[in-house]
């Protein structure tokens, strides 16, 4: 059976609040009630809880917390972010198979999700966290017209649109770190790797990279001060399909937003409201020399205004530079 038929059962089902008969099934797809049935079958095996009445017929009842093609295929609404789709069980990394996607022609909005990876990494070479089975590891390529240095503000974007997430599908009270880290009572949930690849002053095409850790239930010992996952905080299992749906969802709406004036303008607002760092003591991680100053919230840049003892203030590009408490991460 084709793995695309089995998605437009799963949207069909999940596109209606009550039972769909057999017959609907069949006349929609033009398949027989034996293929429905074999349809429906695999996806009970798959873990999907299914109720079939007689004369009435089926009715989706829940979801498990599985990643697949369908699975991910049959939430989507989106028109761009998401709109085209790739899933690995396990990959090295999905930003460097984005990457590689946008090189052989893939379209702009395209989502590469994995549910493992074995390179992940972070910023400036460092590694990031990703076991199997428990939490989403997702790129998503752009191909913007907006000129290479206005890229950095994509990690902001999409900081933004992952917290709006998580706010809907957990109800957490959810930070965001500048630029480019989610945090929940203080220790780090998400983190997040935009990579451009550009021709002398124009974007070939950008790669966001998004890790959330959604179910993880421990940490390894070199992180477990500073991160945690969205089951630890919330004491319940989350579902990743619906996360990532919300995740582009939000997204694509941001993104619209942004690209109207290529800046934060549009949505300053909404990522100083979240930002954790607002009118707190930081201390600005800078290569060229440590510093600490209060942070007054972000620019339309995205850089985040830091005022320093001596009343100077900075605007702190994002580039290389991390930003911590004065007392600890956060
Ligand atoms: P910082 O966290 O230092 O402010 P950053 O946000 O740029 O900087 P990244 O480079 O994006 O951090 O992420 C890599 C770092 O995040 C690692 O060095 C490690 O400390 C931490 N880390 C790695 N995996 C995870 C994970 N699954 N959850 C939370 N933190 C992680």
Same mark, same amino acid.
């Given at each position: 059976m084709s793995s695309s038929r089995k998605t437009e059962v799963l949207q069909l089902l999940r596109s209606s609040n009550d039972y769909v008969s057999g017959?609907?099934?069949?006349?929609?797809?033009?398949? %027989? =009630?034996?293929?429905? @049935?074999?349809? !429906?079958n695999q996806l009970k095996d798959e873990g999907y809880e299914i109720e079939a009445v007689q004369n009435k017929g089926y009715f989706l009842s829940s979801a498990p917390d599985v990643l697949s093609l369908s699975e991910l295929k049959s939430r989507m609404k989106t028109k761009m972010a998401g709109s085209h789709l790739l899933y690995f069980d396990e990959i090295g990394s999905t930003n460097i198979e984005a990457k590689k996607q946008a090189e052989n022609?893939?379209?702009?909005? *395209? *989502?590469?999700?994995? #549910?493992?990876?074995n390179q992940g990494r972070?910023? =400036? +070479? =460092?590694? @990031?966290? %990703?076991? /199997?089975?428990?939490?989403?590891f997702m790129t998503i390529? *752009?191909?913007?017209?907006?000129?290479?240095?206005?890229? %950095?503000? !994509?990690?902001?974007?999409? /900081?933004?649109?992952?917290?709006?997430?998580? /706010? #809907?599908? $957990?109800r957490l009270s959810v930070g965001i770190k500048w630029p480019n880290d989610i945090v929940v009572n203080k220790k780090k949930v998400v983190g997040i790797l935009?990579?451009?690849?550009? &021709?002398?002053?124009? !974007?070939?095409?950008?790669?966001? +990279?998004v890790g959330i850790n959604v179910n993880q239930t421990d940490f390894p010992e070199a992180i477990a001060a500073t991160a945690t996952s969205l089951y630890l905080e919330s004491g319940r299992k989350i579902n990743r399909g619906e996360l990532i749906e919300k995740s582009m969802e939000h997204f694509e709406e941001n993104y619209e937003i942004f690209c109207k004036t290529e800046s934060m303008e549009g949505l300053i607002v909404d990522y100083n409201s979240l930002l954790v760092n607002k009118e707190a003591q930081v201390r600005v991680l800078d290569p060229k020399g440590e510093y600490d100053g209060i942070s007054h919230?972000? $620019?339309?840049?995205? &850089?985040?205004i830091v005022e320093k003892a001596d009343g100077t203030v900075e605007n702190v590009y994002a580039g290389e530079v991390s930003v911590r408490g004065i007392y600890g991460y956060v």
């Open positions: 017959q609907q099934i069949c006349e929609s797809f033009g398949i %027989s =009630r034996t293929a429905v @049935w074999k349809i !429906i022609g893939a379209p702009n909005g *395209l *989502l590469v999700v994995a #549910d493992k990876q972070g910023r =400036r +070479g =460092r590694s @990031w966290e %990703s076991p /199997a089975g428990m939490n989403i390529m *752009l191909r913007p017209s907006f000129a290479p240095d206005k890229a %950095s503000m !994509i990690t902001l974007v999409m /900081a933004v649109s992952v917290a709006q997430a998580i /706010a #809907d599908v $957990t935009t990579e451009l690849t550009t &021709e002398t002053d124009y !974007i070939q095409h950008l790669v966001c +990279g919230g972000i $620019t339309e840049m995205g &850089e985040l």
